[in-house]
Every structure is written in C-alpha cells, then in structure tokens.
C-alpha cells in the first residue's frame, strides 16, 4: 500500500507551496487530479497584493493599510487577526517568490512594479504583465522539481479516510489504470481549489468542481462562509474567459450602451477600481436595466491606454479577447460580464490551515482562515495561496513528528478503497438513469437563476429543493458505453456527489444569513445586519444532515463602519 | 452547421493498432475543438479520452493535431477550419495510452535534463533584487511558455533521435541562462554541448511555427548555442592567461 508521511492534494500555488515547506526528512507525496501546472493558478492573470511602497504613488503603504483595505472589502467579515498575519508576511513573502525564481515585472531602480487594483488605498498588486499566476506556477514547480517532490498526478482523490476523529488516509482513482488506491497519510492538506463550475457561468478551469471542499464536509469538519461567492465583474462574454482586473487597474473604462462611465453611480470616488462585489452588481444591474448590449453584457474599453501599453502590460489579456471573442481591444471595446470566479468560503481552518480533524490541513482557494470574508480583493488569492500554503506546510510538519499510523489503518483503507470502487461498478453496470453531464447541467442552471449575484428567500428555498432532488438522482446515474481508464465520466460521476452536497452548504448558508454583506446580497434584506450577524456560517454534517453553526468574527482594531467607494 | 470528426482512438491495452472512428457532429454556436470534444464524449462516447484543464490556451493540457496542425483544442475555433470535416489525432513522437492522450514523460524528463530552476547565488538579498526592466525583458517571451509540448511533438529532429531534448527544454535553459538571478556555473550546463542538446536542432523551425504562445523557442536553441560558443572563448582566454 502507498504510504507518506505527508499527502498534500492538489499541486496549485497553495499545493505546491506547502510541498516546499514540508520538512524534507518527511516522506511527502503531491497528489492531483492533472499534472501541476495544468492548475487552476496558472490562470491568475492580474497580480500579487504585498506592501512593498515601490509604485511612487504608493510610498505612504504599508502593510497595516493593506490589512485594513482587506478586512473593509471583506465587508467587515474578515476575521482581523488572519488579515493582519496575511498581509504583514506579504512582502517578505513576495521577495521569496522572486529569489525561488518568479520574474516580476521591474519599475525603473529594478524594483518590483506594483498596479492599482481594486478597494486597494495604494496601488500594492505586484505582477508580471498579465501571467502572473502563470509564472509562479512555474517557479514553483521548478523549485519542486529541484527538491525531488514525488507526484501522483492524474489522480483524483475520491475520499478522506478517517475513523472515531482520526485521519487515516486517502482513496485515489487513478486515471491511468482505472483503479482506486488506498494511500496511507499520517497528515494531509488539501490545495483543491475552487468550486467554480457548479454555475453555468465561471471563468473557472473545467476541473474545477470543487470535490475537495465535499470530501472535508463528508469526513465531518465543518464548512466556513460557503455563502460567500465571489462574481468577476469582468468575464469575456460568451466564453466567460476571465479579464484580470488588471485591464481597470491600468486604466480600463466600463461603459453601457450609450458609452457612459456608470460605475459613477455606484462608486463615485473609486469608479472601476471599486470592490469585486460592487461593481458585478452594478454591471449586472445596468444590464437588468436594458442599459448593456442584447441584454448579456456591457463593455469594457481599453482602447485609449494604446497599444504599446496593452502589449506591454496585458498582451495574454489582447490574445484572449481576439481568439475567443474575435475583439482586438486596442481597435475596439471588449464585451464582458459577471461570472463566478472565487469562494471566499471553504473548509473550516484556522491560521495555521488546521482543522478539526487532527492532521488533516487545507489551505489556499478550498480552505476559509477567514481573510477573505464576505468579499475577496483583487490580488489577495495568490497571496492567500502563498502565505497559507507555506503555513500549513510548517505547520503540518510540526504535527508529523508527534504523530504515528497505527495497526488497523490498512484494513480500513482497504475497505474504503473497495467501497470506492463499487460504486464506480454500480454506475457502469447500470444501464438507464440519469446522465453525469445532464444532472451537472441542471444543478447549474439551478445555482446560475436561484443562488447568483441577487438572492431572496423564496429562490433560495426553490434552489434547496431542486437541489436536494437532483441528489435522489444521482442515486440512479449512469455512464453509457464502457469507460474506465482515463475516463472524465467516471471522475464527474465521483466529483458530483460532493458538487450536490456543495450547493446545499452554499445555499443553507444564503437562506439562513438574512442580512446583505459583500458578495451575499439579499434583495429581501438589503442593509448589512452587525447586530446579528458579524459572525461565521459554520455547516456541517451531523447525522447525514447539515447542520448550521456560527462563530464571533474576531475584531482587533478596526469596528466595522459604513463601506463606502 | 454539421461537421464529421475523425478522432483516433487507441487503448493499447485492447486495440492492435490505432484506428479512426467518424463522429457526427452539429451545432449552431461559436464552438471550440475542445467544447466539440467534450460534447461528443458526453452525447456519444463515454470513453472518448483527452486532456483537457483551463479552456483558455494558459495550463497546455490540450495539444493535438486538428487537420494536420499543431494547437491547442481549447483555442481552436470549429469554424476557422474552413470545413466540415474535422480530423483529430494524438501528439506525435509521444506514446499513445488511451485515444488523444499520450505519454508526456519524455518530454519532461527532456526538461529535467537542463536542471528548469532559478540557481541564485546565497540567500536573498535583503529588500531584493534590482534589475531593471529592460534585462527582465530579455526572458520575457519564454516565461510565457506553457510546456504544452507541441514544439516537442512537432520537431522533425526529435522524431528520429529520441535523444534530442527539444526546444522548450532549450529555451528553458536559455531562459535561467539569461537570467541575472541565475549563477549557475558552465559546468551545469555544458552538457547541453552536443547533438542531443543545442546542436541537435536541424533549424526546421516547426517550433516557432506550432508554439501557441509565440515563444519561438528556436531562437532560445540559438540563444544557448552562441553562449556555449562565448563560455567556449572565455574558459580558452582564461586558461592561456
């Protein structure tokens, strides 16, 4: 049977991270569902938020701002003291990524340059053109590859294995062979990402469906701010292709069909660069109105920045609008929407990506310290990654050394394993039922109309429903034809029982928090509530059923105040 | 429009030999390869396999050959082929393991051979490093490489001598060559000094040709070959004086 000391899922920046922060005495094993640098990461375009004061108009920064800028665009959910910790370890964090190899982008002098972005008092985002999580990846990787990680990749872990609240391992599908592996564990973190593509509209990669965050919820930890689902104000429409926040950070104009800058109604002093939540909900608000184009989508102008600045700057950003959208942004206005891009939810962790099951670790997009809370600021999910990864990779090898795997574990991994596959069996030998792609089709739509940028209890009750139907379905899926080795139907089928139990933690969390906060905007309940709720949803299971706590937001110095742009 | 897809299919475990199999196809949107790809395994064929992750030409998961061209799925536009037919292979000078899926090892064992990470002398410098924007600039294109491999599978070179390690692999080099971060000393990487490294390139230039990020590795081979010229001259002076 394989064993290591330590299992990290997942090889994303936060994966790989806390793969090179693991003690290398230990025995480490990164496991992912594709090979690494086909993470979701790579796909971050925009930047890295640190304090470093290299942007002359930024010298007056410093990390206490930073952390100020994040907990005010978290609407005041953040817990303060995660906040703080992120973002005073953010520069000496970005000088690691550039000594491990990362080329950031230089202002004159050869400093790192740094671009405004969004709910930011300083321009503090640190980039590299507009692949910046593509480098890091990369670098990353490469100093993983120095160090000889060992990599499972094209594995998708199906399921922690723990007993009587002690970690034991993990079942694993192996696409190349088509089997289910146990793996021995004496801690594992998980760096699975985000949930992206249970909306029909995301600007997500294909894998991510967001099973990681289901398996913690099986094995019984509880589930943080699920509620919270951070829209990109700028996704490419139809494609819904992300155009990093970048392209307004370096002076991008967002005009609806008369050509009018409208954000001049929803954030006078910030315009473009307000927060994430605000400005989705005020594009989306002027395209309800009838003020966007066939009522989908509004522009985004980049044409008077020139075309030396967007080749310099956003050259992946120009490729991306002319490839899939057949616009060139340097002759005319690229034609954008909102789409799901992040949770600010996730596994429940506390700041050292522990949970309450002891060795088992999350960090990075699946993981809620809470720094994020209620919405998420450009810039701070690779720091996010960075800084949690790296803690959790510490942290985890700390907990290692006073832990053992003790008899017994084999069997019950064994078992787990040999459940796995069964029910793998049970959908090929089934004949008639219902299709993977259809029902992941339907649980979309249901999360796109009833759980999207403006919600109401009555949509919200629907969407329970219709949700807790399609998982009756799911009992009767079937894949047609036989399909075992390398097969995306079977690792749908595994990933969308966790998506099902995903979207009734996520939805629970929106009916039950009758307040508006950030991303969560409650057209029943438009003011934000602190007298009740500046506090964490907790859900988890509890005799098959969800059950809700809350948690006090920690407050250290900074009351919560009207959020104003 | 419809369109017929000829999709190789192959499972070395079951088949002989590999083999085309026709697809119908029909839609009325704006469709990529990969989307057409997914459609036909979803409606048609469970078992139909490829590589798929971002959709948006970043993580290099989809390389194929669609009509006899190198690109990525993802990027390619149904309608840019200009026909209805649609013939989809694996790519070559790789192993197949199942259909569109093929054996990237030796690809990566080709970039492991050129030690792909930053060697900075010590520990990092107190507030970092300076350096300015335009030496940056100078590995600007080939950090933009996605290590899809289609110039691996395209290069004329590696197909008869599977010991060449290929352009990314070069270009990689040349990229932490450039680097002013980068002390690694000639003896890491005068191995690259022979037929199987910088010299083997036929200078056929399908790599510039096929990359989907307009890297154009071959001039990262050119790169790497005038500075083993120049370390050549170097260590010569520096012997006699």
């Known amino acids: ?565 | 429009m419809r369109y017929s897809f000829r999709i190789l299919r192959f499972d070395p475990l079951e088949d002989k030999r590999p083999y085309f199999q026709e697809f119908a196809y029909e839609t009325n949107e704006k469709k990529s390869i990969l989307e057409a790809l997914m459609d036909i395994r979803n409606d048609q064929d469970c078992a139909l396999s490829f590589r798929y992750s971002c959709r948006e030409a970043v993580c290099g998961s989809c390389g194929l050959v669609i009509n006899g061209k190198f690109d990525l799925a993802c990027r390619t536009m149904l309608e840019s082929l200009g026909t209805a037919l649609v013939v989809i292979e694996p790519l070559p000078n790789l192993e197949i393991q199942k259909d569109l899926i093929v054996d990237m090892e030796p690809f990566w064992r080709a970039l492991y051979s050129v030690e792909p990470y930053l060697q900075p002398a010590g520990e990092r410098p107190e507030g970092g490093y300076r350096i300015e924007d335009r030496v940056m600039e100078r590995i600007d294109k080939y950090v933009s490489c996605i290590l899809c491999g289609l110039c691996y599978s395209a290069c004329p070179v590696v197909s008869r001598d599977e010991r060449y390690i290929g352009a990314a692999a070069l270009a990689k080099l040349y990229r932490f060559i450039k680097d002013p971060r980068d002390k690694r000393g000639y003896k890491r990487w005068f191995r690259v000094n022979t037929e199987a490294g910088a010299w083997g390139c036929d200078t056929v230039f399908k790599c510039n040709e096929v990359c989907p990020r307009y890297v154009r590795p071959a001039d990262g081979i050119e790169g790497v070959r005038r500075a083993l010229v120049g370390a050549k001259i170097t260590r010569l002076f520096k012997r006699r004086g």
Not at chain 1, 305 to 326: D, Q, V
Request: aromatic share 8%; glycine share 10%; hydrophobic share 40%.
């Open chain 1, 1 to 565: 049977m394989l064993s290591h000391d330590v299992v990290i899922v997942g090889g994303g920046l936060a994966g790989l991270m806390a793969a090179l922060a693991i003690d290398p005495k230990l025995s480490l094993a990164v496991v992912s569902r594709v090979h690494p640098l086909r993470s979701h990461s790579v796909a971050a375009q925009g930047g890295i938020n640190a304090a470093l004061g290299n942007n002359p108009n930024g010298r007056e920064d410093n990390w206490e701002k930073h952390a100020y800028d994040t907990i005010k665009g978290s609407d005041f959910l953040a817990d303060q003291d995660a906040a703080e910790l992120m973002c005073r370890r953010a520069p000496a964090a970005i000088l690691e990524l550039e000594h491990l190899g990362v080329p950031f982008s230089r202002f004159p002098g050869g400093v790192i340059a740094q671009r405004p972005f969004g709910g930011a008092g300083f321009p503090r985002t640190c980039y590299a053109a507009d692949r910046t999580g593509l480098v890091i990846l990369h670098a990353l990787f490469e100093q993983s590859v120095r160090r000889q990680v060992k990599f499972y990749s094209e594995a998708l872990v199906t399921k922690l294995v723990a007993e009587n609240g002690r970690l034991v391992g993990l079942t694993v599908f192996d696409l190349a062979t088509g089997e289910v592996l146990p793996v021995r564990a004496r801690a594992v973190i998980f760096a699975t990402g985000g949930y992206g593509r249970v909306y029909l509209r995301t600007t997500n990669a294909y894998i991510n469906h967001g099973s990681g965050i289901g398996m913690a919820y099986r094995a019984g930890v509880a589930l943080k701010d699920m509620e919270f689902v951070q829209f990109h104000p700028t996704a490419i429409y139809p494609k819904n292709i992300l155009i990093s926040e970048a392209a307004r950070g370096e002076g991008g104009y967002l005009l609806d069909n008369r050509g009018r800058r409208f954000m001049a109604d929803y954030a006078p002093s910030t315009m473009e660069l307000a927060p994430r939540d605000i400005v989705a909900r005020a594009i989306q608000t002027e395209i309800d109105k009838g003020n966007g184009f066939e009522r989908e989508y509004v522009h985004l102008d980049l044409r008077h920045l020139g075309e030396k600045k967007i080749n310099k700057r956003l050259p992946s950003i120009r490729e991306i609008c002319i490839k899939f959208a057949g616009v060139d942004p340097v002759y005319a206005p690229i034609p954008i929407q909102p789409a799901q891009h992040y949770s600010m939810g996730g596994i429940d962790v506390d700041q050292h990506g522990a949970t309450s099951l002891p060795g088992f670790y999350a960090a990075g997009e699946c993981a809620c310290v809470s720094v994020h809370g209620a919405n998420r600021l450009g810039g701070n999910s690779l720091l996010d990654t960075v800084v949690f990864g790296k803690i959790a990779g510490e942290a985890v090898s700390d907990y290692v050394q006073g832990s053992r795997a003790r008899d017994g574990d084999e069997k019950l991994l064994l078992d787990a394993a040999a459940g796995e596959k069964a029910k793998i069996a049970g959908w090929l030998a089934r004949s008639q039922g219902f299709r993977a792609h259809h029902l992941l089709n339907n649980l979309k739509i249901i999360m796109s109309e009833k759980v999207g940028l403006f919600r109401t209890r009555r949509q919200l009750e629907e969407a329970l429903e219709a949700i807790r139907e399609i998982r009756e379905d799911y009992g009767r899926a079937f894949v047609s034809g036989r399909c075992l080795r390398y097969s995306q139907a079977i690792v749908n089928l595994i990933e969308f029982g966790y998506m099902v139990d995903l979207t009734e933690v996520i939805t629970l969390g929106a009916l039950q928090r009758e307040e508006t906060r950030g991303s969560h905007y409650r057209l029943d309940f438009t003011k934000r509530n602190d007298q009740h709720w500046l506090k964490h949803t907790l859900l988890s299971l509890r005799d098959g059923r969800p059950a809700v706590d809350y948690r006090d937001v920690r407050v250290t110095k900074y009351q919560p105040e009207a959020r104003k742009y």
